[in-house]
T-cell receptor, first 112, second 115 residues
Framework: GENVEQHPSTLSVQEGDSAVIKCTYSDSASNYFPWYKQELGKRPQLIIDIRSNVGEKKDQRIAVTLNKTAKHFSLHITETQPEDSAVYFCAASKATGNQFYFGTGTSLTVIP | EPEVTQTPSHQVTQMGQEVILRCVPISNHLYFYWYRQILGQKVEFLVSFYNNEISEKSEIFDDQFSVERPDGSNFTLKIRSTKLEDSAMYFC?????????????FGDGTRLSIL
C-alpha cells in the first residue's frame, strides 16, 4: 500500500519568514495530494490540494509543488503569521472515494 | 458553507461497552469516511462507504467495527466491546458528488475515552 512520509516533524520560524514542509509517497498510482491544517483540538481543514497533472498550485501565501518523477510534494507558506501556527498534514490518494494516506504531521510554530 | 457534523463531541465509556458515533455528512456528498487519530499521532483511515456499502477498509477496521447509513442523512460508526486502545479522536469525512478527485471535508470529531 501507499506510504507517505513527512518532514520535518516540528518547524519553528520567525514571523514573516517562509516555511516549507516536504512529503514523499511510494505508490506511483497516487494522483491527488491535499494538505490539511489542524489546530489544537479541531478538525483537519483543507488548505490546498494538487492533482498529478499539475506541477504547482498557488493560493495567496500558500503554494504546493509536485514532482511526480521523484514522488514528492511540498507545501510552501510565505510571509508566515502567528495564526499559521498549527499541525500540517499532507496526504495522498489514488481515486475518488479512496482513502487518504496521511503523513505524520508537522507542528509549525510561528514566533512573533 | 456546509459542514460535516458529528455527535457527541466527547464520549466516555466503560471498557467492554458498545458505542455509536454519529455523523451527518454534507448533504449532496456521496462518499463517506471514518478516520481515527490517537493523541499526538497521524490521522488513520478506518473505512469508506459509497452507495450503501463499504468500498474500502483498513486493517484497523475489524469485526469490532461496523458502519451504517440508517437514513438519508446519518452515517454511524459502531464499536462493539470497546478496548482501552480504542481511545482516540474519531473523525467523519465526506466527499463528492462529482467524478474526479474531490477533497474530503472533516467533522469536528468525537473524542472517545475508554475507561
Amino acid at each position: 500500500g501507499e506510504n507517505v512520509e513527512q518532514h520535518p516533524s516540528t518547524l519553528s520560524v520567525q514571523e514573516g519568514d517562509s516555511a516549507v514542509i516536504k512529503c514523499t509517497y511510494s505508490d506511483s498510482a497516487s494522483n491527488y495530494f491535499p494538505w490539511y491544517k489542524q489546530e489544537l483540538g479541531k478538525r483537519p481543514q483543507l488548505i490546498i490540494d494538487i492533482r498529478s497533472n499539475v506541477g504547482e498550485k498557488k493560493d495567496q501565501r500558500i503554494a504546493v509543488t509536485l514532482n511526480k518523477t521523484a514522488k514528492h510534494f511540498s507545501l510552501h507558506i510565505t510571509e508566515t503569521q502567528p495564526e499559521d501556527s498549527a499541525v500540517y498534514f499532507c496526504a495522498a490518494s489514488k481515486a475518488t472515494g479512496n482513502q487518504f494516506y496521511f503523513g505524520t504531521g508537522t507542528s509549525l510554530t510561528v514566533i512573533p | 458553507e456546509p459542514e460535516v457534523t458529528q455527535t457527541p463531541s466527547h464520549q466516555v465509556t466503560q471498557m467492554g461497552q458498545e458505542v455509536i458515533l454519529r455523523c451527518v455528512p454534507i448533504s449532496n456528498h456521496l462518499y463517506f469516511y471514518w478516520y481515527r487519530q490517537i493523541l499526538g499521532q497521524k490521522v488513520e483511515f478506518l473505512v469508506s462507504f459509497y452507495n450503501n456499502e463499504i468500498s474500502e477498509k483498513s486493517e484497523i477496521f475489524d469485526d469490532q467495527f461496523s458502519v451504517e447509513r440508517p437514513d438519508g442523512s446519518n452515517f454511524t460508526l459502531k464499536i462493539r466491546s470497546t478496548k482501552l486502545e480504542d481511545s482516540a479522536m474519531y473523525f467523519c469525512a465526506s466527499s463528492g458528488p462529482r467524478q474526479g478527485h474531490q477533497p474530503q471535508h472533516f467533522g469536528d470529531g468525537t473524542r472517545l475515552s475508554i475507561l
